[in-house]
């Protein structure tokens, strides 16, 4: 306090303050120089050298004045240009509580990360409060949150936006320590971003236009998980699956719901256990694609062969059966052979399997007659996805093979899968030709003469989404749409 009293004396409206005691003693000091110098000058004046010694006295003095004068230029601590002497001015900072010192630095970069996260809590108040304190001391922002009130707690589903430096390791040590349990991570995509409701209604308009859609659409509101399709009466024969009630079954990681067709649609996560809310919207999905019936895209691709024909390629279901019978029969034993890797007299009772909506998309290559010349098929199998293709003998090596494989890897883009995959024959020279002409990463894994090839639709084809005549185009063949 007292040093602070004496600054503002000092100091009144920007002048200094003079006091008359800072006077008489600068006054009394003048005249003690003055009698001082008198006497000495009485001293000397009076000797017999006192006028050499006065002028040597003067001479000293302006040498010494001149010295001080160059040493102080030369050594001084003069301010630098443009400093004024004023104190420096005060920090500027945001209005606000004072930062954390233990508050982890903002990133260089600015970059962040998407996470989806689901963790455990106690069903008690105060809970989901530790939680989102917890996210928050690390700086992580809750962009959605969704619960799920259980018997014996509440799940809570996150989208996070985090720092780029904070690992999945790190999320869930503090949300463990926050009281969170059972808790599940994982990265996500701009897509994620979307509401749930908004995500929900443009699956069901999806599925509502294809009945294909409904295992992909499955795929997408669930999750990774894998879905199967039983039919009530196997094409093997044999007994179907136990029936469900219409109400489905849930029953930890797996589901399984009544297929609009018959069958039971069995749905599996191993890593992470269904939600009430997650079974309703599977099962609402369900229910609208039974009421809607069996439903195909109508349209269709007139192609122009090398050779001038005309091919119309079109997707195809089982109202179609009949005329797929009647080009097996006009195919030999051994190109039905190459495709369905077992006797020929076998290969009709995979059609009803293949040409059904339920297990993927089919397109056929027809004549300007409506004769099926050409099949191909777009399998869902369990969590991947399958190529096949079927071509009549009279018009194979035409390109209708490639045309037909390049509308269905353009399909599989569209729905999102990583890769396709054909089973063959080490023999089948047409399917590993029409495979290399894709174009994309190719594996290759060959067991007993059974050659599986593997397509890995990579980041470029899945961003490109490559309309189906653009396509059709880069294989090497010409087209236009009726």
């Not at 006192?50 to 010295?67: C, K, M």
């Not at 808790?183 to 995509?189: F, H, K, Q, Y």
């Not at 199967?228 to 849930?250: H, K, Q």
């Not at 300007?368 to 090596?397: C, F, K, M, N, Y």
Request: charged fraction near 25%.
């Amino acid at each position: 306090m007292t040093s602070d009293m004496s600054r503002v004396t000092r100091a009144k409206h920007g002048r200094p303050v003079h006091h008359w005691r800072r006077d008489l003693v600068e006054l009394a000091a003048l005249f003690t120089a003055v009698a001082v110098a008198d006497g000495v000058a009485n001293l000397i004046g009076h000797g017999p050298d006192g006028p050499a010694l006065l002028v040597i006295s003067a001479v000293v003095l302006a040498a010494t004045a001149g010295f001080h004068t160059w040493w102080a230029r030369r050594h001084g601590h003069a301010p630098p240009a443009g400093d004024t002497g004023a104190r420096p001015a005060a920090e500027v900072r945001p209005a606000g509580p004072a930062q954390d010192p233990g508050a982890a630095a903002p990133d260089a970069a600015g970059a962040s990360a998407l996470w989806r996260m689901r963790t455990t809590v106690r069903d008690e108040p105060g809970s989901l409060a530790a939680l989102c304190a917890a996210l928050a001391g690390r700086r992580v922002d809750i962009l959605s949150l969704q619960t799920h009130p259980l018997a014996d707690g509440t799940v809570d589903e996150f989208l996070l936006r985090a720092p780029g430096a904070l690992t999945a390791t790190e999320l869930t040590r503090a949300v463990s320590l926050a009281g969170g349990a059972s808790t599940w991570i994982e990265r996500a995509d701009a897509h994620d971003l979307v509401d749930a409701p908004a995500r929900v209604l443009a699956l069901a308009t999806r599925t509502a236009l294809d009945t294909a859609e409904l295992p992909l659409a499955l795929r997408q509101l669930l999750g990774r998980c894998t879905i199967r399709s039983l039919p009530a009466t196997p094409f093997g024969g044999g007994r179907g699956p136990e029936p469900v009630p219409a109400e489905g079954v849930l029953e930890d990681t797996v589901m399984r719901l009544r297929a609009p067709e018959g069958g039971v649609l069995t749905v599996e996560r191993a890593y992470l256990p269904f939600t009430p809310a997650e079974f309703a919207r599977a099962r609402a999905l369900v229910e609208l694609d039974r009421r809607l019936g069996p439903r195909i895209p109508d349209g269709r691709d007139v192609l122009t062969l090398p050779e001038g024909a005309d091919i119309t390629v079109r997707r195809v279901d089982t109202g179609d059966l009949a005329a797929a019978r009647e080009m097996h029969e006009r195919c030999s034993r051994h190109t039905l052979g190459l495709r369905y890797h077992g006797p020929a007299g076998d290969a009709d009772r995979y059609l009803n399997h293949l040409l059904s909506p339920r297990f993927g998309r089919t397109l056929a290559a027809q004549t300007a007659s409506g004769r099926i010349v050409g099949l191909g098929h777009l399998l869902w199998d369990g969590d991947e996805t399958e190529v096949a293709l079927l071509v009549e003998d009279a018009w194979q090596r035409r390109g209708i093979g490639a045309e037909l494989l390049g509308r269905l890897v353009a399909m599989a883009v569209e729905a999102g899968c990583e890769s396709v995959y054909a089973v063959t024959q080490a023999s089948n020279t047409g399917m590993v030709a029409a495979m290399r002409g894709l174009g994309l990463p190719l594996d290759y894994q060959i067991e007993e003469g059974t050659l599986v090839v593997t397509a890995r639709l990579g980041a470029a084809a899945v961003a490109a989404r490559a309309s189906r005549e653009d396509l059709g185009e880069r294989l090497g063949g010409a087209g236009r749409r009726d």
